[in-house]
T-cell receptor
């Protein structure tokens, strides 16, 4: 069974704090993704990576950065958290060439106050 | 990026009935399609993959109409446990996917 884990299920941070969200997958997947999900807006892609040290911007990268130092780990960084970054953050991974067969972690519900 | 449209619902369906909903996509180059299921406050999980004209898995059938650029999901003999949001996703590459906003299905006893 593919397993994607995220460091926290719930997180509360203050405006201006630097926030790290960690994601680890155990299936040796090359591709990893970060999404946020908001009511009425659906899932939106923030960043993705198809190899170690590689990263690509998704649809909404502003205010975020990522790090992929190891194949199994993909971190999302909020450089200076703002209240409009309150959201559910979902990490996913997949093999290359599978098109859309992604496996998601349980999500981190982040609240920025 | 690919555009995807789904009727948000909710679709209220009695248990045991057959229900179908469509998803339209704008990128005619999409070669593969996926249906994900998302339960309330849970992560999306892959339900079905479609690489040709359709796919069937038990009570679930996905059909692709390339000419009209839509993909449908049919659920037969619906169960209470089928209540969820169903997300349509055109696939096709290593980049992140464009998810539809989903169709909310409620199966009523």
């Amino acid at each position: 069974d593919v397993k994607v884990t995220q460091s926290s299920r719930y997180l509360v941070k203050r405006t201006g704090e630097k926030v790290f969200l960690e994601c680890v997958q155990d299936m040796d997947h090359e591709n990893m993704f970060w999404y946020r999900q908001d009511p009425g807006l659906g899932l939106r892609l923030i960043y993705f990576s198809y190899d170690v040290k590689m990263k690509e911007k998704g649809d909404i990268p502003e205010g975020y950065s990522v790090s992929r130092e190891k194949k199994e780990r993909f971190s999302l960084i909020l450089e200076s958290a703002s209240t409009n970054q309150t959201s559910m953050y979902l990490c996913a991974s997949s093999y290359p060439g599978t098109g859309g067969e992604q496996y998601f972690g349980p999500g981190t519900r982040l609240t920025v106050t | 990026r690919k555009e995807v449209e789904q009727d948000p619902g909710p679709f209220n369906v009695p248990e045991g009935a057959t229900v179908a909903f469509n998803c339209t996509y704008s990128n005619s180059a999409s070669q593969s399609f996926f249906w994900y299921r998302q339960d309330c406050r849970k992560e999306p999980k892959l339900l079905m993959s479609v690489y040709s004209s359709g796919n069937e898995d038990g009570r679930f059938t996905a059909q692709l109409n390339r000419a009209s650029q839509y993909i449908s999901l049919l659920i037969r003999d619906s169960k209470l446990s089928d209540s969820a949001t169903y997300l349509c996703v055109p696939g096709g590459g290593a980049d992140g996917l464009t998810f539809g906003k989903g169709t909310h299905l409620i199966i009523q006893p």
